[in-house]
């Protein structure tokens, strides 16, 4: 059975995607024109994108259009220009580019310091210090249907024992960065402990780090593949064997060109 | 031996990246079919989502951009059909404004595939500005913040609003993270505040950090990866594109640690020579 027909624009997305994805990858060999050509549209191509939607998202949608409804409704209310002051704020942090007024802009991020303090730091210090103090001293021994009990079970992070292996981490690891006294005697074995624990706490971090490098890289090779195939025109197929010729050109012409400057 | 060593500890690093280049294209294209288990911290998610009844209000936050995707976008895509599935209404939103048009499409092409309705069933509301205040906005009128959705249809009156003023209304959050502006920005600003039941779905970079917020109960799931959304196509019995990379993930791996083996055995046989470390 033909495969179905995709629409010219997927197979378009689908040659740019492939190709890029390879001049990208082209790195591993060794920095190259390719590259270069590939970095440089990924970060304008960014950039674009982002000024567009701000202008449509911030500009018309939550300024410009607003603005012109409430003023066009009722053009005596002092509410109807409620969202000028945003809007001269923001007009205030543009004035840094000309610095003969650029001190209207210390009102702007004024008020987005103030603000921004007065809202996340109590938001902060009830999420990140507080839960997680209340979380780090857990009661040992609970009170079950069968009495006291202290649970023993590895697999549960609410039993006694983790709880006890968390206490001892907390502490040894806040001792280690605890530097007014000397680490000697009882205080380096603590000192000690707390090292081992944030390396088994790295060794995790950099466990799952290296697992989603890889399956970001999984990803690229799913599409690289979905891309090969005869919908898409062969695109992957074509376009490595472009990159690869293109390298090879390029080697040939650097290596060339070096020979030459030597021999003059 | 020493030479052999010697030759092995100076290779190409060219000759690595082939060998991780086989070890994700043969399983991609020859799959082993190797057994995924379910950890329970993806089982509690699903287990939440499962357990709510139809038309609830179910928030997806797609705080990533492309440069995720891999990871993340099979988190959204199963969520998004489990979901549906349940037949919950699901309000959508991104803090990452690259991610704009990569989390609309998701959603259409998951709405599309479930014969959900726009505006009826779901509904996604785009990027805004804000971060943190703007989930303070969310938490006191979501009509305020969001006057109308991405397609710019007018959110007052959309029936998959009907009886939702705030966030206090949501009776599930999910927020599928790719760095600060996602998980525990909508546990600070968001749970902590406007009490309700909150996950995460995380990339593997972000995701150990976040298990202390797991363990105290601030969040009551985590989809960690690759794996995780590997795990929760497992649950709701569908496979996707994340099972199919999971091969892919265990070979490269099994590479990897071999690697690492060989360096510090090969270390070994060398340590003592001149100019290495004793």
């Known amino acids: 059975m033909p495969e179905a027909m995709l629409p010219t624009e997927v197979v378009l997305g689908a040659w740019v995607a492939a190709g890029l994805t390879l001049f990208i990858y082209s790195f591993l ?3 190259n024109p390719l590259f270069k050509l590939g970095e440089h549209l990924y970060v304008g191509i960014s ?34 220009y ?87 981490g907390v502490v040894s690891v806040l001792f280690y960065f605890f530097f007014s006294i000397e680490h000697s005697g009882p205080g380096m074995v603590t000192a000690r402990v707390g090292i081992y624990f944030l390396m088994i706490a790295f060794g995790a971090a950099f466990g799952y780090t290296v697992m989603s490098r890889m399956s970001l890289l999984i990803g690229r090779f799913r599409d690289l593949i979905t891309f090969a195939g005869a919908a898409y ?3 992957t197929l074509i376009l490595l064997a472009v990159t690869v010729l293109s390298l090879v050109g390029w080697e040939a012409a650097t290596r060339r060109k070096g020979g030459e400057s030597t021999g003059a | 031996m020493k030479s052999f060593a010697r030759r092995m500890i100076g290779i190409d690093r060219r000759i690595i990246f082939l060998l991780i ?43 990533f951009d492309p440069s ?67 989930i303070i ?15 710019k249809t007018p959110t007052p009156g959309m029936p998959v609003l009907e009886g939702v003023r705030n966030l206090r209304d949501v009776h599930y959050m999910v927020s599928l993270a790719a760095g600060g502006a996602g998980i525990e920005m909508w546990y600070v600003f968001g749970k902590d505040k406007y009490r309700f039941e909150m996950a995460g779905g995380a990339t593997g970079v972000i995701a150990p ?28 019995g569908r496979k996707g594109t994340a099972t199919a990379g999971m091969d892919a993930q265990s070979a490269t791996h099994f590479v990897i640690i071999v690697l690492v083996l060989l360096c510090n055995v090969f270390y070994f046989i060398l340590r003592g020579e001149k100019g290495r470390p004793r």
């Open chain 1, 29 to 31: 060999y060794k920095d």
């Open chain 1, 47 to 80: 950039v674009g994108y982002s000024v567009v939607l701000v202008w449509h998202t911030v500009f018309l949608r939550l300024l410009w259009e607003p603005l012109k409804k409430s003023v066009g409704e009722a053009p005596a209310s002092p509410d109807s």
């Open chain 1, 82 to 168: 409620v969202l000028l002051i945003p809007a001269t704020l923001g007009l205030f942090m543009l004035t840094r580019f000309i610095p003969q007024i650029g001190w209207l802009s210390r009102i702007a991020f004024a008020f987005v310091v103030g603000f921004g303090s007065g809202v996340a730091i109590p938001r902060a210090i009830s999420s990140y210090i507080l839960k997680q103090i209340e979380d780090t001293v857990n009661p040992l021994i609970t009170m079950g249907a069968n009495g006291l009990s202290m649970g023993v079970d590895l697999s549960s992070p609410q039993s006694g024992i983790n709880t006890i292996i968390l206490l001892i």
């Open chain 1, 233 to 235: 025109g062969y695109a």
């Open chain 2, 21 to 63: 280049a086989a070890a994700i294209l043969l399983p991609l294209l020859k799959p082993f079919g190797l057994p995924i288990k379910v950890s329970p911290e993806v089982k509690a998610v699903y287990d939440y989502i499962e357990a709510m009844p139809e038309r609830s209000v179910f928030f997806l936050s797609f705080d």
């Open chain 2, 68 to 134: 995720s995707k891999p990871e993340l976008e099979p988190q959204a895509v199963a969520l998004l059909r489990h979901a549906f599935r349940k037949n919950l209404r699901v309000i959508g939103m991104t803090h990452w404004l690259t991610g704009t048009g990569l989390a609309d499409g998701v959603f259409s092409q998951v709405a599309a595939e479930m014969d959900k309705e726009r505006g009826k069933d779901y509904v996604f509301l785009g990027w805004s500005p804000g971060g943190g205040a703007l």
């Open chain 2, 137 to 151: 906005s969310l938490g006191q009128d979501l009509y305020k913040a969001f006057p109308s959705d991405y397609s």
């Open chain 2, 209 to 236: 950090g976040l298990y202390p917020f797991l363990r105290s109960g601030q969040i009551n799931g985590l989809i960690g990866g690759l794996q995780g959304a590997a795990e929760y196509e497992t649950l709701i």
